[in-house]
């Protein structure tokens, strides 16, 4: 069934040209496998995964009986003072695929709501242990953390930035990790620019490491534009942090659960931060859901003073929702029975080889890769950025194809089942729409 556009007003889109859409509406009614249905019936290639989160696929059967089976249960159950067993079970299960040590799960509803709740626990663990000075976050340039006040504060994206204020006091950023002019077309992780991260000491010099409590990053930029780390980056960032007694956030919403190759970002590139901030992934995308993994030491720090007062004052009303906590264990049960968090790593290769071919068509003036994530960076149209890849997302739902746009990169982040036939046919799409907009 056809859009009836007489009742689209109503809702305002997030992140959405709204007037441009509502003119001629892209409406999903169905998804399976790796195949989304409109309301015209047509079938569209899922090319990144609903929104970087459905990375076991459509429908999977699993995760659709857990929740129905859950809502029938126990639909609710309070967070504050009381549990269920679903969410002891899913930490549990959680904790078990994480880098050693982040090994307590404290759950959120979202990316965003992940974000501010890494950066409230980084300032109250300094608090706790009698650093109370250590009270400033540190971001990067071209980063991504949600919507909420911390997180666009620590982002460094600016059209999520600028109409919002002065933000969150106390937040600087370090350097982004993009250097086309040594890196551009390279497979997989770039060779140069381990030493952008020396850019944090630039700003202990000019804040003093007693004043920062915590240094945020996405191991890969994916909303941004997927930009990733060069090889040695994320190390020395480690090491600087470790140097000054700073904390390591690393936000995963979009690499976690298998996108990189490994169930965690932090694991295909060998560092391991104090804090780690999940989403997406953790219910494939069925019911809102987020997490922050803590290091043992971070926990433990609140773990002080009467037992029957509450350390740490903070949480949501659906934390740990029944529903979603069941849509986590079937998930993690759907990535385990086709081994799909390490599927990317096996896949990598002919995925990286098909984006590659790319590097000659049309203005296209990057190509960057890593486990099954792309961007394919574009060059903008004289005075008017972001239009040629617009124009190239809209030729590609056309043709039944679903990509992702920010500023001029189309990222492609498909889901982990991807076959061969996939690649080619978004290759294929891809490429013609290239050509046409040429």
Request: net charge negative.
């Amino acid at each position: 069934m056809s859009a009836d556009v007489s009742k689209l007003d109503a809702y305002w889109m997030p992140f959405t040209a709204n007037r441009q859409f509502k003119q001629a509406p892209r409406l999903l009614t169905q998804a399976d496998g790796m195949f989304f249905r409109d309301d015209k019936g047509r079938e569209v290639l899922d090319g990144i995964a609903g929104l970087w989160c459905v990375n076991a696929g459509h429908n999977r059967p699993r995760i659709v009986q857990a929740i129905q089976q859950q809502a029938a249960e126990l639909d609710f159950a309070p967070p504050f003072q009381m549990g269920h067993p679903k969410a002891f079970e899913l930490a549990e299960r959680l904790a078990a695929l994480t880098p050693a040590g982040l090994n307590r799960v404290f759950f959120t509803n979202s990316g965003s709501e992940s974000v501010e709740t890494a950066l409230k626990m980084a300032i109250a663990y300094h608090r706790v242990r009698g650093e109370a000075s250590r009270t400033r976050l540190i971001g990067r340039e071209r980063g991504y953390h949600g919507v909420n006040f911390g997180g666009i504060s620590v982002g460094g994206m600016v059209a999520n930035r600028k109409m919002f204020g002065s933000l969150l006091a106390g937040v600087d950023h370090i350097r982004h990790t993009h250097d086309p002019a040594r890196n551009a077309f390279s497979v997989g992780i770039p060779p140069h620019g381990a030493e952008f991260a020396d850019d944090l000491e630039r700003l202990v010099q000019l804040h003093d490491a007693s004043t920062i409590a915590a240094v945020i990053v996405e191991p890969v930029a994916g909303s941004t534009g997927v930009l990733i780390p060069p090889a040695g980056y994320l190390q020395r960032l480690r090491d600087i942090c470790d140097k000054h007694g700073i904390l390591l956030i690393f936000d995963e919403v979009i690499t976690g659960f298998g996108r990189t190759g490994n169930p965690f970002g932090a694991q295909t590139f060998g560092v391991t931060p104090d804090l780690m901030t999940v989403a997406k992934g953790i219910t494939n995308g069925c019911v809102p859901m987020g997490a922050v993994f803590a290091q043992q030491k971070i926990h433990d720090a609140f773990m002080t003073g009467p037992e029957h007062l509450i350390e740490f004052f903070h949480g949501y009303t659906y934390s740990a929702h029944p529903l979603a906590c069941a849509a986590g264990i079937a998930t993690l049960d759907t990535y385990a029975d086709d081994n799909l968090l390490t599927r990317a790593a096996r896949m990598q290769d002919e995925f990286a080889a098909a984006l590659h071919s790319l590097r000659d068509e049309p203005n296209v003036i990057d190509v960057r890769n890593i486990g099954l994530v792309g961007g394919v960076e574009l060059k903008p149209l004289d005075g008017q950025p972001a239009k040629r890849a617009f124009n190239i997302f809209l030729d590609c739902w056309e043709q039944g194809l679903l990509i992702r746009t920010t500023g001029d990169t189309i990222a492609l982040s498909p889901p982990l089942i991807i076959e061969s036939s996939h690649i080619e046919r978004i290759i294929d799409t891809l490429r013609g729409a290239l050509r046409r907009a040429a």
